[in-house]
């Protein structure tokens, strides 16, 4: 092979390699703006709590749990070679999520705030120091990194399933209320946009986004079934209520109120 064959051969390399890398930090930096809104996705309904004072039927677990997710994520993104973005967008996470749980603990009645102090102390304080300790000091190289993508995985799982916890209060209420829907939606999207940047990077990710994608859409679905009838409902109580009250009194009501009383013998 003659030098310039070389050269070229290798600068084709070089412009492969770079292509491949931009193409990855670009999805990347696409990935980390959906992950971006799912974490800011609350602020509505933390908004209205704090407005009202009041929890109200609003549950905890998928604030606890999308916490919890965020300091795994970061653990693997730093020890993953070129993975820094990773850990970045999930730093963002970490804080707008003890925010939300510093509110709810706040402005929770007294039962579910003890609940709610006791599942961070233990899922977002207790476990995930010990078993980012472990697994930092057990373990080496890529075994390493599997160990944590797999934590990843499992939690992910956890924290995509966790807004299904509403789906008993929506059940009983018949009421989408409690569910929000902004936060289903931008996790619909952000789980089948991350599905589809794992499939380009052959990386974990794709596993919890993936079924993240399927929960997503159990939610939406969901939120489809008790949104209209709710609204139909609400507007037929409403005209009901209406049609009492401006119904005139009935004929015996009348003649009752025009016949004079008798007096008690």
């Known amino acids: 092979m003659s030098r310039l064959t070389k050269i070229l051969v290798h600068e084709g390399k070089s412009q492969s390699v770079f292509g491949f890398v931009s193409k990855q930090t670009t999805g990347q930096c696409g990935c980390n703006i959906m992950s971006g809104l799912v974490y800011l996705s609350p602020t509505k309904t933390f908004w209205r709590i704090v407005k009202h004072r009041s929890t109200e039927d609003f549950e905890s677990i998928p604030y606890v749990c999308t916490l919890l997710n965020a300091y795994f994520w970061i653990y693997y993104g730093l020890i993953k070679p070129n993975s820094l973005l990773v850990a970045t967008i999930n730093c963002f996470g970490i804080v707008a999520e003890t925010v939300y749980l510093t509110l709810f603990l706040i402005f929770a009645p007294p039962g579910l ?5 006791t599942l961070v102390a233990i899922l977002d304080v207790g476990f995930p120091v010990a078993a980012i300790l472990l697994t930092h000091s057990m373990l080496h190289g890529y075994l390493r990194i599997n160990v944590a993508g ?3 995985v499992v939690f992910s799982m956890i924290s995509y399933g966790s807004p299904l916890a509403a789906m008993k209060t929506v059940v009983r209420t018949k009421s989408v209320e409690y569910m929000p829907f902004l936060l289903s939606l931008i996790l619909f999207i952000n789980g089948g946009i991350w599905t589809f940047y794992a499939l380009l990077a052959k990386d974990y990710v794709g596993v919890p986004n993936g079924i993240g ?45 025009l016949l004079p009383e008798r007096s008690a013998d």
């Open 150 to 152: 797999l934590l990843c």
């Open 213 to 257: 994608f399927f929960l997503g859409t159990i939610q939406l679905l969901l939120y489809a079934m008790y949104w209209k009838p709710q609204k139909l409902k609400k507007m037929s109580d409403n005209l009901e209520e209406g049609w009492q009250h401006d119904q005139p009194p009935n004929n015996s009501s009348l003649i009752s109120s």
């Open 113 to 117: 705030r003890a609940r709610t102090a």
